[in-house]
């Protein structure tokens, strides 16, 4: 039972994708909950991507460093003034806080087209923005072909792992 004090405490702005979409207000705050649901599947799946992408890309880094006798990859690297600012960047940040600065999973560097959009729908779910409206099967399929492209077992995983799937098969009529 939706309780009459709920609209007013999410915002009429926060709702009004899903008033927009739905025919009354209970179906609106269906699929909100639907979307909270859905983007924490996101967050979950985009988190394995983040992770085993970043990960490949610094270990084929370093070996493409080692064969040109360099200590690690951030020194092998040429890079144009933007690319070294990003870097250094990217290093305070790892080093904040008294930590290491050369710890190469905290230094995130970007493989374009498919992780553009998977970091655009991490950070719609991470700030409980709608994605109802987004192709998330599209994003699923996206996320696991990338993985694909890394390698077969960390798509396997995922595919396992994530319950993007279940709940896109949840969703409500609008």
């Not at 699929?31 to 983007?39: D, H």
């Not at 040109?68 to 020194?75: E, K, L, S, Y």
């Not at 250094?88 to 710890?103: F, H, L, Q, V, Y």
């Not at 890394?150 to 896109?168: F, G, Q």
């Amino acid at each position: 039972m939706l309780h009459q004090d709920l609209p007013a405490l999410l915002t009429p702005e926060r709702l009004r994708s899903y008033t927009a979409r739905c025919p009354d207000l209970t179906s609106a705050i269906r699929l909100y909950e639907w979307n909270m649901r859905a983007a924490a599947a996101v967050l979950e799946l985009t988190g394995i991507v983040e992770v085993v992408a970043r990960n490949s890309l610094d270990r084929e880094l370093g070996v493409w460093a080692a064969r040109r006798g360099a200590p690690t990859w951030f020194d092998a690297v040429h890079l144009d003034q933007q690319g070294r600012l990003d870097l250094d960047k990217a290093r305070a940040r790892a080093s904040r806080n008294g930590r290491r600065p050369e710890i190469h999973g905290r230094v995130k560097r970007e493989v374009r087209a498919r992780m553009q959009q998977l970091h655009f729908v991490r950070n719609r779910a991470a700030h409980h923005e709608p994605i109802h409206q987004r192709d998330l099967r599209r994003d699923l399929d996206d996320a696991l072909e990338l993985l694909g492209w890394i390698h077969p077992v960390a798509a396997e995983w995922a595919a396992d792992t994530t319950s993007l799937r279940a709940v896109l098969d949840a969703r409500p009529s609008d």
